[in-house]
């Protein structure tokens, strides 16, 4: 299993729940056996890219150009379809943010998948991954599992991991 976390930043500042969303991801790599890789995104953005490379990543992909400068949503759909097809993730892990929920439902029906938003969890059983989300209002937990065919998209509520537990790597990863 492969896990792409795409990582969010402005102005070469990280948005903390990022972090967040690598410690699910860091844990799923870990329950699965899966290869993590992460990736950042903008112009200028390559010591961001470095930072990432000391966590507990397997591979960190720098995405730079200078459209990426400023957000937009056509430029970060477009950069990350190309991303997602050179990659060939299983599942592509996110913030929830309102960044991400600007752009990601695009990204996800643009590849023809679905995408599970505002996770709060998540568990293994039975080699699959199911998520939990909140529902009517946080009433109720629905848990939602993917059928298809890879890549999956899923989007972290804030919150739902704590940043603080970010794992270090015992040596940097390529970039």
Known sequence: MK????TEQRDATWNKVSFETLVAAQQIAAQTGGKLVGAVMGKGVGALAGELAAKKV?????????LLEKYTADGYTHALKQVIAQAQPDFVLLPHTYQVRDFAPKLAASLGKGMIGDCIGYRYENGKLVFVRQMFQGKTAADVTF?????WFATFQAGAFRADQVQDGAAKAPV
């Open 3 to 6: 896990i792409l976390v795409i």
């Open 147 to 151: 059928q298809g065919a890879a890549p």
């Open 58 to 66: 397997d591979e960190v992909l720098l995405v730079e150009h200078d």
